[in-house]
């Protein structure tokens, strides 16, 4: 998105994203098998995705709307991941009426 265009929360997709992080392993001296088998951390994160592209995937957990300037948004809780850490996408509904929001089902 450039800085002209409008931001929409209603185009961002509710997702739960699983990918592989590093982890750091025990301090001190340990077995080499131990070492060498040190494993990956299996994270996952759940919000809206606002930005997707070859690099990475950025996702937000919440957000919040100036009540006089509906264009005025603000973003929390983003992470960047990239694209060749990611493992899966899933793509939620959201269900606005259940959730007492006033728009509609997208």
């Given at each position: ?25 025990e301090t001190g ?39 006089d300037d509906k ?36």
């Amino acid at each position: 998105m450039s800085s002209t265009e409008k931001f929409d929360i209603d185009k961002c997709p509710m997702v739960r994203v699983t990918w592989l992080d590093a982890r750091d392993t025990e301090t001190g001296w340990m077995d080499i098998k131990k070492v060498l088998d040190a494993p990956l951390a299996r994270c996952q994160e759940v919000g809206w995705m606002v930005t997707s592209n070859l690099d990475r995937i950025v996702i937000m957990r919440s957000f919040a709307v100036d009540p006089d300037d509906k264009n005025d948004i603000n973003g929390g809780g983003a992470i960047a991941i990239p694209r060749t850490w990611i493992v899966q996408i899933e793509y939620l509904k959201v269900n606005y009426e259940q959730a007492g929001d006033k728009r509609s089902e997208s």
